[in-house]
């Protein structure tokens, strides 16, 4: 997982994942990851449109985001 976290960072990729808040909500967040420590992970949250931090012990599963295709089926 730190290394998904990572490349998002490097690479500017958006990320899925699903995170448990300190509450015990699921949600799934699209994220881009732009600073990582021990702990914690910095990015823009494409679902509130706004900088957010979460705890990496929260973060249940990550992977990129896939991108949809368009254009006629063969």
């Keep these: 997982m730190l290394r998904l976290l990572q490349q998002s960072s490097e ?17 799934q967040r699209s994220l881009i990851v732009y600073e990582i420590n021990e702990t914690k992970v910095k990015a823009w949250c494409l679902l509130r449109h706004e900088k957010r931090t979460f705890k990496i012990d929260n973060i249940l ?14």
């Design 11 to 27: 690479s500017k990729k958006p990320l899925e994942i699903i995170y448990m808040a300190d509450n015990g909500s699921i949600t």
């Design 61 to 74: 599963s990550c992977a990129f985001k896939e991108r949809k295709r368009y254009g006629l089926a063969r």
